[in-house]
């Protein structure tokens, strides 16, 4: 968790572990982040992207795809990272790619 990170983060990213946990939220997506090696990047087949410190196993950032469609299945099947940029590539079931600026908390 970033300094200074309010409960409402906290919350945030307990709802997120609890949603992996539950089955509701299914990582589908692995990178390490080649600008910090010891970030890890998981999308999921939600679309959000986050970022985890390999460490403590903390949500870092997170951030969710906007899916200009309903039809559209925005899940992640591949991603990778920038490699001197805080950057995350994915590629989507609906066979468009995103780009994401990890610093941004979402």
Same mark, same amino acid.
């Given at each position: 968790?970033?300094?200074?990170?309010?409960?409402?983060?906290? *919350?945030?990213?307990?709802?997120?572990?609890?949603?992996?946990?539950?089955?509701?939220?299914?990582?589908?997506? %692995?990178? +390490?982040?080649?600008? *910090?090696?010891?970030?890890?990047? +998981?999308?999921?087949?939600?679309?959000?992207?986050?970022? %985890? *410190?390999?460490?403590?196993?903390?949500?870092?950032?997170?951030?969710?795809?906007? +899916?200009?469609?309903?039809?559209?299945?925005?899940?992640?099947?591949?991603?990778?990272?920038?490699?001197? %940029?805080?950057?995350?590539?994915?590629?989507?079931?609906?066979?468009?790619?995103?780009?994401?600026? +990890?610093?941004?908390?979402?």
């Amino acid at each position: 968790m970033l300094d200074g990170a309010t409960q409402v983060d906290q *919350d945030k990213e307990g709802q997120l572990l609890r949603q992996v946990a539950d089955g509701k939220e299914i990582p589908t997506a %692995l990178a +390490v982040m080649n600008s *910090d090696m010891k970030k890890l990047l +998981v999308g999921y087949r939600s679309g959000q992207v986050a970022q %985890l *410190d390999i460490e403590t196993g903390k949500i870092i950032t997170r951030a969710k795809s906007k +899916v200009d469609n309903v039809a559209d299945d925005p899940h992640i099947t591949d991603m990778c990272s920038h490699r001197t %940029l805080p950057l995350a590539i994915t590629s989507h079931a609906d066979k468009n790619w995103r780009v994401f600026d +990890v610093t941004q908390v979402g």
